[in-house]
Each structure stands twice: as structure tokens, then as C-alpha cells.
């Protein structure tokens, strides 16, 4: 744009331009300030995310799980809602539908991918020998390409089945959401490798992650919300599992070696996000770091409404109410012979621990809060404005 300011215009149009051309120069860019409109949001993960995937593969877990706020058990291994739930809600969208679950399911606003057990690398143990779910990320990647082209072909035939997948718009404009990698970190753990050997896995597994983000992208998604994985070194199933010495626990009686592996993990995966916003030009990355605002939460517990920080809700037994032989849901028979049923505390929403493994709702809804604004974000990004470059 040329402009041009002269004498010959007159003093009063001289005045106009040159104030113009003030503005002009002086203007800086300025960021979107609406909201982002995601009509369906694709997830991709494990236990912390499954709205019912691994349910539908293996059976649906047992009371008290869901009592709190669908009073049933709803596929979730918690007592109600998980992060994934307040995040679409927030959104506007209804509760994800695992891909998995043939009944009841409505995938007009995205599709759930996530099972309790995932890791992002395949492994080579059964679930009934490991406890890791065989659906790892490259097999929920198989799924979702494989409802992306059957999604295509309804939408070609008149039926009901055209009003319970999204629109093909959907999938460019959606927002695409993955928490994974817990169970690589914590599965290499309990096959007895060292920490330095978990490590040393790392480039393979994040290696992994990034083909399956940009076969994502290769099919159209563009908008990427990318979660660290979580203080592992708090979990009571861990503490529990791996003993460890008193010296490295740090003052909030969580393992330190554990959770320097759990931030090695996300300090590369955050490099990994940074690489993928160079070589994918047309994608927007968010990365969120859960595992500062879950250990914000455990250590200041007390201050923010919550009780006994590492104790577990649902459970049985030993230090931290938990016992590595009778999950939440179980029984077991005491010294008298009396069947007792390992239920829930008495009062889940002050307590952060659901059942050793996973949170409770309160606690998700006290991550959720703080995650869905700028706070915990790279770049400072908020949720609702996810789809807007920095």
C-alpha cells in the first residue's frame, strides 16, 4: 500500500494523513478475540481420558465407579467426570461416545478413541499379564482413519446412520485432544527396568506419537490439544509397587525419581510439539503441562479444599488405603472370615486420589478449571481459543 501526504492537499488533509499515517505505523497486530467453534472433538488416550472404551472391550467396571455424578458406573474410572468430560462441556458438545461402544453411542460431535491401559508404543504383554490395554495409539490412529472413511460413505446413503456421525467439515474444523503416555512410563517401571532404561525408550515411544499426529494431519485435523502426562511419582499404585527409599521423597510424600522421569518425558514432548508447529505450517499445537497443575493441586491440597493428598478414595488397606491386590470395587475377607466391599470414601469431592490410579472428579474439575484458561498452556493459549495461531 502506497500513500502519499502533500503540501498541495490542503492544511486541514495534510493534518488527516499524517494522523493516518501515525496510526498506521504505530498499530501492532492484534490477537483474535473470539471463541473457537469445534464442532466435534476427536480424543486420543488412556484411562485418564476413556469415557467407556475399555468397558465396551472388557466389561464394564463395578459400583462405586460413576456414583457421583452419572450414579451408575458410565465407562469412567472415577467416581464421576474426567477431564475429557469438562472439556467438551465447556465446549458446548455432549460427553464423548467411545468408538468402541456399539451401544447407545452419537458420534454427530466426535468420537473417543481413548481405553484405561493405552500406552503410545505397542507392547509386547497381554493386558492379563501387564494390565495394559492391547489398543495402543497406533491402533486407536487404525480406528479413527477407519471412522473417517466410514463416515464418509454414510454421509453418501440416505439413513438414520447419517444423523449420528459428524458432518465432513467436522473433521478439519474439529479439535483434536490427546492424553497418553503414563503407561509407558509406569508398564516399563513394573517390568522391572531402570529408570535410565525407561528413559532411554523415550525417543521411540515420543517417535511413535508424532506419526500419529501427523497421519491426523494428513486427514485434515489442524487443531491440536496435546496434554503432558501427570506427578507419577504421587500415584499410590506406584509408590506402592516400587518401593523406594524415604531419603528421595520430597515434602509432599511423592517420589522424586519417578516424577523427574515423568518430567524428562514431558520436557521432550514438549520439544517434539515445537518441531511439529514447524513442519506442520497449517496445524495449531497447544501444549498443556497437566503435570504442573495436577502437583499444584497435591501440594497445596489443604488450601484449596482437600484432604490427605496421596490417600485413596476408593480402596482398601496399607498406607495409602490402598492395596495392589483388591482394586475399588472388590472384596476381600478379613482375619474373621467377614467379605468386606472396598467402596468409596466417605465424602469423594475432598479427596484427590480416586481409586490409586486415577482422580477423582473434584480433582479433575479443580485441573479443569485452570487448564481451560491460559494458565498452563504453550503457548498461552485458552480453550476456548485453541484454534487461533499465537
Known amino acids: 500500500m502506497h500513500i502519499s501526504c502533500s503540501l498541495s492537499t490542503g492544511n486541514h488533509a495534510m493534518d488527516t494523513c499524517v ?20 464442532p466435534a472433538v476427536f480424543n486420543f488416550g488412556d484411562s485418564n481420558s476413556d469415557t467407556g472404551g475399555l468397558a465396551a472391550a472388557f466389561g464394564q467396571f463395578s459400583s462405586p465407579n460413576g456414583e457421583t455424578f452419572f ?36 458420534f454427530t460431535h466426535g468420537a473417543n478413541f481413548a481405553t484405561g491401559g493405552s ?28 471412522f473417517v472413511v466410514r463416515t464418509q460413505i454414510i454421509h453418501k446413503v440416505e439413513g438414520l446412520f447419517k444423523k449420528l456421525v459428524p458432518k465432513p467439515e467436522a473433521f478439519t474444523h474439529g479439535l483434536y485432544t490427546f492424553d497418553i503416555g503414563q503407561n509407558d512410563l509406569t508398564g516399563g517401571l513394573f517390568l522391572n527396568l531402570t529408570i535410565n532404561q525407561v528413559k532411554a525408550s523415550i525417543p521411540d515411544i515420543l517417535g511413535q506419537f508424532e506419526t500419529v499426529v501427523k497421519d491426523v494431519y494428513d486427514k485434515g485435523g ?60 497449517k496445524a495449531v499445537i497447544t501444549y498443556v503441562d497437566i503435570y504442573k497443575a495436577r502437583y499444584t493441586l497435591i501440594s497445596q491440597a489443604r488450601t484449596q479444599g482437600f484432604e490427605h493428598p496421596l490417600r485413596v478414595c476408593c480402596g482398601y488397606g496399607q498406607k495409602y488405603n490402598y492395596n495392589i491386590h483388591v482394586g475399588c470395587g472388590g472384596k476381600v475377607v478379613s482375619k474373621n472370615g467377614k467379605e468386606i466391599f472396598v467402596g468409596s470414601c466417605k465424602d469423594p469431592s ?34 476456548p481459543m485453541a484454534c487461533h495461531r499465537q
Not at 500406552?119 to 477407519?146: A, E
Not at 475432598?350 to 479443569?368: P, R, S
Request: hydrophobic share 40%; glycine share 6%.
Open 119 to 146: 500406552t503410545i508404543r505397542p507392547q509386547n504383554t497381554t493386558r492379563h499379564q501387564s494390565g495394559l490395554s492391547p489398543i495402543s495409539l497406533n491402533v486407536q490412529s487404525y480406528q479413527f482413519n477407519d
Open 350 to 383: 475432598v479427596m484427590i486420589i480416586w481409586d490409586g490410579i486415577h482422580y477423582t472428579e473434584a480433582a479433575n474439575k479443580w485441573v479443569f478449571d485452570r487448564i481451560v484458561n491460559e494458565s498452563y498452556s504453550d503457548p498461552p493459549v485458552s480453550l
Open 222 to 281: 489442524r487443531f491440536f490439544w496435546i496434554h503432558s502426562i501427570g506427578p507419577i511419582g504421587c500415584l499410590p499404585y506406584v509408590l506402592e509397587h516400587l518401593p523406594i527409599d524415604e531419603r528421595q521423597m520430597d515434602t509432599n510424600g511423592c517420589a522424586n525419581p519417578f516424577n523427574e522421569l515423568a518430567r524428562f518425558f514431558n520436557h521432550k514432548l514438549k520439544d517434539l510439539v515445537k518441531q511439529l508447529r514447524e513442519q506442520l505450517p
Open 71 to 106: 450414579y451408575r458406573t458410565a465407562g469412567r474410572v472415577s467416581d464421576g467426570r474426567l477431564l475429557i468430560d469438562f472439556m467438551v462441556q465447556s465446549l458446548g458438545l455432549p460427553y464423548l461416545s467411545a468408538f468402541l461402544d456399539a451401544l447407545g453411542s452419537n
Open 19 to 38: 494522523l493516518f499515517l501515525l496510526l498506521l505505523l504505530s498499530s501492532k497486530p492484534v490477537s483474535a478475540t473470539f471463541s473457537c467453534y469445534f
